[in-house]
């Protein structure tokens, strides 16, 4: 059992920056794979970022390219997503994930694990 909690959330200004971060615990030992989601009301879950075990391969959406970075520390089971330049379409809540396999994973039925989520809410 894997269990994932998202940290970091709020209001903040457009332009203005937020770190999420997402805490792993448990049988942690075979999800090599983990990434960020986002949920904008009324809308589907949506991939944002994913990385891979050791850190050294990433993928973006292109519409977070440039502005958010992703990031890991496997010793402390942690998980970030650095956000820069936000603006009002990245209201959301923010999920993070957790997935077997050796590869970064960028839709939601390859993830096995989630977080309860995390509201980023960008407004002035």
């Known amino acids: 059992q894997v269990h994932l909690v998202e940290s970091g959330g709020g209001l903040v200004q457009p332009g203005g920056s937020l770190r999420l971060s997402c805490e792993v615990s448990?049988?942690?030992?075979?999800?090599?794979?983990m990434g960020w989601f986002r949920q904008p009301p009324g809308n589907e879950r949506q991939f944002v970022a994913a990385i891979n075990w050791s850190g050294g391969s990433t993928v973006y959406a292109d519409s977070v390219k440039g502005r958010f970075t992703i990031s890991r520390d496997n010793a402390k089971n942690l998980m970030f997503l650095e956000m820069d330049n936000l603006n009002a379409e990245d209201t959301a809540v923010y999920y993070c994930?957790?997935?077997?396999?050796?590869?970064?994973?960028?839709?939601?039925?390859?993830?096995?694990?989630w977080g309860q989520g995390t509201q980023v809410t960008v407004s002035s």
């Open positions: 448990g049988r942690t030992f075979r999800l090599p794979a």
């Open positions: 994930a957790a997935g077997y396999s050796a590869v970064v994973l960028t839709t939601v039925a390859e993830y096995t694990s």
